[in-house]
């Protein structure tokens, strides 16, 4: 890092959408040949941040300089050609054009209207050799890796003069040696003098490339911190903070001891569950009235496990058996069969059906489930949309009103409802908490507590260490798309450890089994 | 790793894969003509190739603006009708009189107006290319019957003599006029594809309309350009069809744009966009005028049979481009 005088600076920028605050008062600065990664889990406001530097969307309140003059981007072209290029995780490139018409196109050389593409494949050689890349630039895009494909976006940044290069997640999907490409040329381009912003969720890679962190949540500055000064553990409590202890009007978990609860045949056992580019291979049981916590950070493979366990995902190998039995999990229509239920976290594009009534949204696993032939009589419907429609203090409680028209908490509420109709025996939550309020989230947690009371398995997945310590019975730990530990969660456990083990990555050996 | 420059990355694929499909159809149009010229001597006459085309030349014009519709990706359903449209108009202008250059010129803005309206239409409204074009289908239909209910025959000396006109080499071979213009639009064309920007703006924006507008290409200008292409192309195809039939019929060119379609298919353009050429699209042309005189020269075939292989064909052309297309993520 240099001592020069910072090349952008965002100062008190707020924004919010439609009442919901997604940046509050936040500093940033970056300087001319650093790299400095943006950390946050979803929902920090990572990517508004981004997109209020590059234009996307304007600030409600709050400066940008560049170069110390006041800007304000109408859009990201603008910003491109004022030297600050963004890189997107999805490779945004023609991969039916050449390598070299790539990087040029729209800025191609011409003479007399027509382009020269002699010189346009010499311009992209001597450009692909500065990033030490040897190519061949009359090649279509796209019969090249994703690694490739993203140093090529990255070299028509940079030839735009790029000064201010924003990689989002570009490494979200390449592997261990294509990341270190791209860092061998993040490198380059830092000590050319680029100043790199740098957004990912692995935590190694950020100690790998990064010089400085800064750090948000829920919208708004946690920090910015040397990487030097700043370990791991502190990195990740820093990012998931500890949360005042708000929900204290919770009952404990029940404190059911995991040795009775495991006694018996598991309801679900998998082994060597795993996808490739997807998690690793994990095994996992998950007993009658347990309550089988997932933490980890954002991409670490949560969401993915639950998908596999729901069949939404097909597993390349392993086992499952349930209630002691073999049997397979391959589809969803096999998983809801074997009495699995599955809340995703995207309520919006995968779980509600916004025009939907109420009513007609709770029913829809149940009908599913009796198949379309067999419709529900509309009495039963009412009794027992009235009766979850209490149960979950779902507001307002008239059951014709579409669900869009119900806050975010509720609505989750009525995706609950749903897969409890149907009676499940394991019910999947992903991130169920999520973007809701606090009296709402309470509510979801007690109801967690009382349906493992009442016998049914549950498998929480949150970011939310405290609420996953508050309820699970059993806490399975993830990292970097592998299953590296599972914790029971005695009174031994607290949050330190799990995150240590998020940060570190050992496997504790103090695992039930 | 400072030194090593990256290997790993090498091309995958050396084979030309983009061409793959217009190298099949040129095979293909190889072959047909190998069988035709086996099965019938008459068949090896220079001239039977330059009927094809002299038959077909107004097909290939608009099959040159349909190419540059699918390549981005979209698709015109109207040009069959802007065809029978132009033709009409003329037609009509020229019963009442008028000058048959002020008819040229007439009936060769009215495809581009309508192209450039349906190109709007699609890029402000958001709406689907099928259904704009649909519309425009039926508009354009609708006016061929709203200026006469039955054939109008053009008796203008220019029209007549580019129906006549036959431009031969001394052993008597002949192409029409109508030929030479094809030539022309399809070479301009394929310049314009090749080495213009708006021609690599069609390109890009059939590969990934997302990317090309992040890396500020025109997205909007090079969509309605591409319809008012269509068009253009749509209305001179018009014209030579006027000088071929010498009249103008409500319903001529009925179900053309379908002809129009598979052809540019054939010749290896993908229907999703962002690949092939015009060069294809004349190879394209020139398997569907082989089949049918194929078919002329067996004459026991009833002429539908042109239409099974046409089938055939696209069928087994779009099961192919898949194919390329699957093998290439």
């Known amino acids: 890092m240099t001592d020069n005088r910072p090349v952008v600076t965002m100062t008190g920028i707020s924004k919010s959408f439609l009442g919901v605050r997604a940046l509050h008062d936040v500093n940033f600065r970056l300087f001319p040949g650093e790299v400095h990664a943006l950390m946050g889990e979803n929902g920090a406001g990572k990517s508004t941040l981004i997109k209020v530097l590059t234009g996307v969307y304007d600030t409600d309140e709050g400066a940008i300089t560049l170069d110390g003059q006041p800007v304000s981007f109408t859009g990201p072209m603008q910003a491109t050609a004022a030297g600050v290029s963004t890189v997107f995780q999805e490779v945004n490139l023609c991969t039916n054009l050449s390598v070299a018409e790539n990087i040029f196109i729209g800025r191609e050389p011409r003479r007399l209207g027509a382009v020269r593409w002699g010189e346009v494949r010499r311009r992209a050689r001597t450009l692909l050799a500065r990033l030490d890349l040897d190519l061949d630039v009359s090649a279509p895009l796209g019969s090249y890796s994703l690694a490739i494909q993203q140093m090529v976006a990255i070299a028509r940044a940079i030839d735009i003069q790029a000064r201010v290069l924003i990689l989002d997640e570009p490494t979200s999907s390449l592997d261990a040696v294509e990341v270190a490409q791209l860092f061998r040329i993040m490198r380059q381009l830092r000590d050319e003098g680029i100043a790199i912003l740098f957004v990912t969720h692995f935590l190694d890679q950020v100690y790998e490339i990064a010089d400085r962190i800064t750090v948000l949540r829920n919208g708004g500055l946690v920090g910015e911190y040397a990487t030097a000064e700043l370990p791991q553990l502190s990195l990740v409590e820093k990012m998931i903070g500890k949360e005042l202890d708000v929900l204290e009007g919770i009952e404990e978990r029940s404190r059911r001891n995991l040795a009775v609860l495991e006694e018996g045949t598991p309801l679900v056992a998998v082994s060597d569950f795993g996808r490739a580019g997807s998690v690793e291979p994990f095994s996992l049981t998950i007993h009658a009235g347990e309550v089988v916590g997932l933490a980890g950070l954002l991409g670490s493979g949560r969401t993915e496990v639950a998908r596999l366990l729901f069949g939404a995902d097909r597993t390349d190998g392993g086992q499952v058996a349930v209630d002691g039995t073999p049997s397979s999990l391959r589809t969803p229509a096999q998983a809801i069969g074997h009495g699995v239920g599955f809340c995703s976290e995207n309520r919006r594009a995968e779980g509600i059906v916004a025009d939907l009534s109420v009513r007609e949204n709770m029913i829809l696993a149940m009908q599913a489930a009796r198949g379309w032939l067999r419709p529900i009589p509309r009495r039963r419907q009412d009794e027992l949309v009235d009766k979850y429609i209490k149960a979950l203090n779902i507001r307002p409680s008239d059951p014709e009103v579409p669900v869009r028209n119900l806050s975010g908490g509720n609505q989750q509420k009525v995706l609950l409802a749903r897969w409890l109709i149907t009676e499940p025996r394991l019910l999947i939550l992903d991130e169920p908490t999520r973007g809701i309020d606090i009296g709402a989230k309470t509510e979801i947690q007690k109801l967690v507590t009382q349906l493992s009371d009442g016998g049914m398995a549950v498998l929480f997945i949150s970011a939310e260490l405290e609420e996953v310590l508050r309820l699970s019975h059993k806490v399975a730990v993830m990292r970097d798309r592998q299953m590296v530990a599972q914790l029971a969660n005695d009174d031994g456990l607290d949050a330190d450890r799990v995150m240590q083990t998020i940060a570190s990555g050992s496997h504790r050996e103090e695992a039930d089994r | ?329």
């Open chain 2, 1 to 329: 790793m400072t030194t090593g420059s990256l290997t790993a990355g090498r091309a995958r694929f050396r084979l030309p894969r983009r061409q793959i499909p217009v190298l099949a159809t040129l095979v293909l149009l190889l072959v047909m003509y190998g069988i035709g010229v086996s099965q019938y001597q008459a068949f090896s006459n220079v001239q039977v190739i330059f009927n094809v085309f002299i038959d077909n030349g107004f097909l290939l014009v608009v099959a040159v603006g349909m190419t540059f519709v699918i390549l981005t990706g979209g698709i015109d359903l109207s040009v069959g009708s802007v065809v029978a449209m132009t033709a009409m108009v003329s037609a009509s202008l020229l019963q009442q009189g008028l000058p048959a250059a002020l008819v040229l010129v007439i009936a060769l803005l009215i495809g581009p107006t309508l192209g450039l309206l349906m190109g709007c239409a699609i890029h402000f409204f958001e709406i689907q290319p099928f259904i704009v074009t649909l519309a425009g289908m039926f508009f354009a239909r609708g006016m061929c019957t709203f200026i006469s209910g039955s054939s109008i025959p053009i008796t203008d000396g220019f029209w007549t003599r580019m129906s006549q006109e036959r431009i031969g080499d001394p052993r008597g071979n002949f192409v029409s006029i109508s030929v030479l213009v094809a030539f022309v639009v399809v070479a301009v064309a394929a310049y314009t594809l090749a080495y213009t920007r708006l021609g690599r703006n069609v390109y890009a924006i059939g590969g990934n309309p997302q990317s090309a507008l992040l890396m500020g290409l025109p997205l909007g200008r090079t969509r309605i350009a591409v319809y008012t292409i269509s068009g253009l192309c749509s209305a001179i195809g018009g014209i030579l069809l006027s000088f071929y039939t010498l009249s103008g019929a409500p319903l001529i060119a009925v179900g053309m744009e379908l002809d129009v379609i598979a052809a540019v298919v054939i010749g290896g353009t993908v229907l999703t966009g962002g690949s092939g050429y015009v060069f294809g699209t004349v190879l394209g042309v020139l398997v569907l005028g082989v089949i049918q005189t194929l078919i002329t020269f067996d004459g026991s075939l009833n002429s539908w049979w042109t239409k099974i292989v046409i089938g055939g064909l696209l069928f087994a052309f779009i099961l192919l481009q898949r194919l390329i297309g699957i093998r290439y993520k």
